[in-house]
């Protein structure tokens, strides 16, 4: 069960990571960029102008969603190694 864990905790460390990443990028790294991103059009608008007025808040409503998918998959992972354990438990102790 503690590889299990250990897998758990790194799986959700590792979302963390990356989805926090993309969170950096969208609010430091675009603006940064601003000028050189202005020839880009999302629905008509210019790139930067889309980000700070809707494109942004967008992206991080995405970003949470994608963290409670990605959490609820390791989640149900972690429940199926524990099950199993118990499982595995139950059948040494009948053994006896």
């Known amino acids: 069960m503690a590889l299990a864990h250990r897998r ?3 799986f959700n460390l590792v979302s963390i990571g990356v989805l926090m990443t993309i969170g950096f990028c969208v609010s430091f790294v675009v603006p940064l960029f601003a000028r050189d991103l202005s020839a880009v059009r999302v629905a008509g608008f210019r790139l930067p102008f889309y980000l700070g007025a809707q494109g942004a808040i967008l992206i991080y ?9 990605l959490m609820t998959f390791a989640d149900r992972t972690l429940r199926r190694a524990a099950a199993a354990d118990g499982t595995r ?6 053994a006896k």
Do not use: F, N, Q, T
């Not at 409503?61 to 998918?69: D, E, S």
């Not at 438990?89 to 009948?94: D, I, L, M, N």
């Open 8 to 10: 758990y905790w790194r």
């Open 61 to 69: 409503l995405a970003l949470i969603v994608v963290y409670i998918v």
């Open 89 to 94: 438990e139950a059948e040494r102790e009948s």
